[in-house]
């Protein structure tokens, strides 16, 4: 792309920040009818989050309550497009190099401090270049300098362009924190961190632990006119079926995607007043798959053999059955769902017979190999039966290893296992969460999610690198194209399912899901008839 | 040996007990795959090096493994029970918080079994061989085989969806902000089920001991001499062979009293019961070491507490224990 192309994208983008934020800065999808205002809504988190300090803790219960109570720069859009959020517009210098944010007017923190730009340097300059596992590898190698222009407009000056930047300021990923508490503390340390101070639509009332976490409105909220609801109640109940019970006698409002078991969705989205959505996780994107440890030298080495594992897998089946329907079946390494997705790679169909002369020729001699199941519940343990006898069609010699929740870090962190299940989130663009689990300078012990195969490719190493500095999308669509065709043919993992997480909640409650994150920071625009 | 001897000989004892209890706790657990700072980095789907070492040294995973024995038994003379990093509050302060839930509903329970069991268990006795021993002896055994989780998910069906008389879970109807004697009402409301379920397995137990031993007792001498004198049957049945039967199931009642501050790891679970069990299950699953010691350490030094009583009971109770103490 000419950089007259490149300008011109620029200009369209600014301009559009900036005509979204002159209709209010809510530009999100949302109904037309008069907000209707007040209301309580009662919603299940589960597992309980460790913490609400958005900013030191990204766990998805983390997430799904403090995005309500952090905000960051930018919201996006079903399509991942960028929305205003704490900024209220923003540019693209015309060499991709210049990012640079105007800020909302008026925003103040919780503790009634107001927000300024001096906020925002701290947060991307220093906070969370210090802790945060997302930013600090994306400021280290591309940022040049976090700047302050004035009290409400930041400078971000890139080494490069870098096309993922745009993405990268998601609440959870870029969460705004509060200088004025933190500067000069130790993070991890600081009394605030139970008392979380954000910027958003509600404010922590009170958290009981094990029982429940209440949120109130936030009265003082930038966006006027702006949350509907009164308060809301994260409950905390450890048991799927009696999630289920409390949904279906009341006692929630709100199932959050995952919150039950799959066999439940679609008969509790049949009942009386309830409503289903599928939306709300394009930026997550979840994708599943069985990682092939490659650094175990042997069958799982070489090629023939992986490709003939993943001709062995009825892979409709476990959509079908073992998820109840819920998902798609990937074709390679980037979601349908996510940024660069290419469906031109080569495809693997159940055909047993294929498999068996893969296996065959790849001269696998019965050598046991194991599955090292992911221990998130029953769902997961029947998946891992059905591949086990799906491999043993053709002729491998299989078992299944169970273990805990710990016990599955450790393995997967430090490469004891043969395959192992796995799911990761995309988070929108394929140089943030994608070519993680496929770069060879990811091979780290320590890190369950990163390249755990040990897969070497110098050549898609390279299409990564190239992807995701190249001057414009249409560039990066070709080489991310190219690299999803070179990995669906080398098949360093086995991708099994891009996962669906169904929201069920009472149909009177309007607009909670409106954004690429869904609920995590949906409270925002919701009603409640 | 006098009182005082005695008791400072089982104090002493108990608190060595305590101790390897706590050494062996403190292995056991690190024994487990996986620590702390692996699984909330693991959970947050994007650790890295630097992350984990972060949190490792926030942890005192760093520490060699004896310095963290020290530090640990050290605060532990102090009654310091270690502050858990992932909840950010000291641990006595989480265990605080759960106590009164957990007693709430381990208390319940507790007296639930106690009272339905002797009295089913009574009854049976009275009427060994008729169709209300069989009935009752069935139900027990029921009762005893059935596994928890199931009748919890069961009675939730039944009373809170079927039926719709008791709530499914928690503590108390969130949001109702309830004060006085209409919080304690709904806060009964909440205990029916999950005391209900975990009384049965309890009550099983008791009410086949008390059928067991008051048969035995039933066909003693001094029962026959009894009879003999023209005592009535049911003065005979209460008098003699109840009081004499009832001493095994006070014994039991003694142990399972000092298991009542451990909670109930699946009741709690199931039923959303902010308690104990349910903070040691959490803290199991995720390695938070500090959270696991302090419920561990908080339950055996219930039990050992318990046990000296007993002891001390047995003594005050039986003169000819003290020749043996």
Redesign the interface.
């Known amino acids: 792309m000419t950089s007259t192309i490149r300008r011109r994208l620029a200009r369209t983008t600014a301009i559009c920040a900036l005509g979204l934020a002159a209709l209010g800065f809510a530009p999100l999808s949302v109904s037309a009818q008069a907000p209707k205002t007040g209301g309580t809504v009662h919603v299940v988190v589960q597992p309980e989050p460790p913490m609400l300090m958005q900013g030191l803790n990204q766990n998805g219960p983390t997430n799904m309550v403090a995005g309500n109570i952090y905000e960051s720069l930018l919201r996006y859009d079903e399509k991942l497009q960028p929305q205003p959020s704490l900024a209220k517009s923003w540019e693209i210098s015309p060499d991709a190099k210049v990012y640079t944010f105007k800020l909302q007017e008026g925003v103040k923190w919780h503790d009634g401090k107001p927000f300024t730009a001096d906020d925002v340097v701290f947060s991307l300059d220093k906070f969370h270049r210090e802790v945060h596992p997302r930013w600090r590898p994306v400021v280290s190698a591309q940022v040049e300098k976090i700047e302050k222009v004035d009290d409400l407009t930041v400078r971000i000056t890139l080494k490069q362009p870098f096309g993922p930047m745009i993405t990268t300021q998601e609440v959870a990923s870029a969460p705004m924190i509060p200088k004025h508490i933190y500067d000069g503390t130790d993070y991890r340390a600081n009394p605030a961190n139970n008392t979380p101070i954000g910027t958003g639509p509600f404010k922590l009332k009170e958290w009981k632990k094990g029982a429940y976490i209440h949120l109130v409105k936030n009265e003082d909220y930038w966006a006027k006119g702006k949350p509907a609801l009164d308060e809301i109640y994260w409950q905390i109940i450890p048991d799927a079926a009696a999630r289920a019970v409390a949904y279906e006698t009341g006692k929630v409002d709100v199932l959050t995607g995952g919150s039950v078991d799959v066999y439940d969705v679609q008969r509790l989205a049949k009942l009386p007043n309830s409503c289903m959505t599928t939306k709300g996780w394009e930026m997550f994107a979840p994708h599943a798959w069985l990682t092939v440890n490659i650094a175990k030298g042997g069958p799982l080495a070489n090629k023939q053999f992986r490709q003939g594992l993943m001709y062995a897998i009825d892979r409709e089946f476990g959509k079908d059955v073992v998820w109840d329907g819920l998902g798609k079946l990937p074709t390679g390494p980037i979601s349908s769902k996510t940024k660069f997705y290419s469906a031109d790679v080569p495809k693997y169909t159940y055909d047993v017979a294929k498999a068996k002369e893969l296996i065959k020729a790849s001269g696998y001699k019965g050598e046991p190999l194991k599955i090292l199941a992911l221990p998130y519940g029953e769902v997961w343990s029947r998946w891992a039966e059905s591949i086990k006898q799906n491999f043993a069609d053709a002729g491998v010699n299989v078992s299944i290893e169970t273990t805990d929740v710990p016990g599955w870090t450790q393995k997967a962190s430090n490469g004891d296992f043969d395959l192992t299940f796995n799911f990761l989130y995309q988070l929108g663009d394929p140089a943030i969460g994608v070519a993680r689990n496929y770069i060879s300078t990811n091979i780290v012990k320590g890190n369950p999610f990163g390249n755990q195969g040990a897969y070497v490719n110098p050549e898609v190493d390279k299409l990564f690198a190239d992807a995701a500095v190249a001057p414009n999308d249409a560039a990066r669509q070709e080489l991310y194209t190219k690299v999803q065709q070179v990995l669906a043919e080398d098949l360093p993992v086995l991708w099994l399912l891009e996962m669906e997480f169904p929201t069920i909640y009472r149909c009177n409650i309007k607009n909670l899901v409106t954004t690429a994150i869904g609920v995590n920071d949906g409270f925002r625009d919701a009603t409640k008839d | 040996m006098n009182l005082l001897q005695f008791l400072s000989g089982r104090l002493a004892k108990g608190v060595l007990t305590l101790l390897a209890i706590a050494v062996l706790n403190f292995f056991l657990i690190r024994a487990?795959?996986?620590?702390p700072a692996?699984?909330?980095?693991?959970?947050?789907?994007?650790?890295?090096?630097?992350?984990?070492e972060?949190l490792r040294e926030?942890f005192g995973l760093n520490e060699p493994l004896l310095t963290q024995l020290w530090i640990y038994l050290k605060g532990y003379m102090t009654l310091d029970l270690g502050f858990s990093?992932?909840?950010?509050?000291p641990v006595l302060a989480?265990v605080l918080?759960?106590l009164p839930?957990t007693l709430l509903l381990t208390g319940a329970a507790f007296l639930i079994s106690l009272v339905l069991g002797t009295a089913m268990g009574a009854l049976a006795a009275r009427r060994a061989g008729k169709w209300s021993d069989s009935l009752i002896t069935a139900l027990a055994l029921i009762f005893y085989a059935t596994p928890l989780f199931w009748v919890a998910?069961m009675s939730?069906?039944v009373f809170?969806?079927k039926l719709?008389i008791v709530?499914?879970?928690?503590?108390e109807t969130?949001?109702a902000n309830y004060t006085g004697l209409a919080r304690a009402l709904d806060i009964g409301r909440h205990l029916v089920l999950p005391a209900l379920t975990l009384g049965l397995f309890f009550t099983a137990l008791y009410a086949r001991m008390m059928r067991a031993s008051m048969l035995e007792v039933a066909g003693a001498d001094f029962v026959k001499t009894a009879r003999a004198k023209g005592v009535s049957p049911p003065r005979v049945w209460r008098r003699h062979v109840a009081r004499n039967a009832i001493l095994p199931v006070v014994t039991l009642a003694g142990l399972q009293a000092g298991q009542l501050v451990g909670g109930a790891v699946l009741t709690e679970?199931?039923?959303?019961w902010?308690?104990i069990g349910?903070?040691m299950f959490?803290a199991l699953?995720?390695?938070d070491y500090s959270v696991l010691l302090g419920v561990f350490f908080v339950s055996s030094a219930m039990v050992v507490g318990f046990n000296i009583l007993t002891d001390l009971i047995y003594r005050i109770a039986d003169p000819r224990i003290e020749a043996g103490a």
Not at chain 2, 32 to 35: E, S
Not at chain 2, 269 to 272: E, I, K, L, Y
Request: proline content about 5%.
């Open positions: 487990a795959p996986g620590d692996q699984v909330l980095a693991g959970e947050a789907g994007a650790a890295d090096a630097v992350l984990l972060q926030r990093y992932r909840q950010q509050q989480l918080d759960r839930a998910l939730q069906i809170a969806l719709g709530p499914n879970v928690g503590y969130i949001g679970t199931v039923f959303a902010p308690g349910r903070l959490d699953v995720q390695r």
